[in-house]
């Protein structure tokens, strides 16, 4: 094995100056075919990384990584915002499923917005509880949407209707905009 890979380099070694020009000629009647190739599949590459980054959210994660590590700009608010024109999406929707993921969704932003804010607990049962009419008014109205998302979780089979959905969103809409996140 050692023998036949000496062979070869000296092979390339001995005719280096033969291999080189044989290619210079070719290459050099082409020059200006192989430059066209070269920068039209240079584009598409640069085309496909950029869409592939773009559509798969990438930078925006790296965005949000630049904006933790120096503390600039309210991350969490940006993420609300961002979490809450999904919602919007899902729950204009004529799918129930939509509905309910919407439901779900906002009911996560909702837990993580309190804990974001300092209320403490395990879960947002455990939040709720701990929380008076005087700091969120609609508090009935919450743990009645919350009530539902449980629901939703835990029978897979429940039908829901759109106004149900929108009434448990305006809901924790209404305790975003008191607890002045939107």
Known sequence: MKEAINISIKFLVDNFLHIRSFFGNILG???????TISLILTALFVWGFLNITLKSGWYIFKMEDYMDKYGIGNLF?????????KVKVKISSQNSADWKEAITDTDRLFNDFLKYIGYLGANLENKLKNITAE???NLEEIKKAHDLTLKIKNEADLVITQAEALEALRSFKKAFVDLKLF
């Open 77 to 85: 608010r940006t993420r609300a915002k961002r979490i809450w024109k």
């Open 135 to 137: 700091q969120i008014p």
């Open 29 to 35: 009647e082409h020059y200006t075919l192989i430059i």
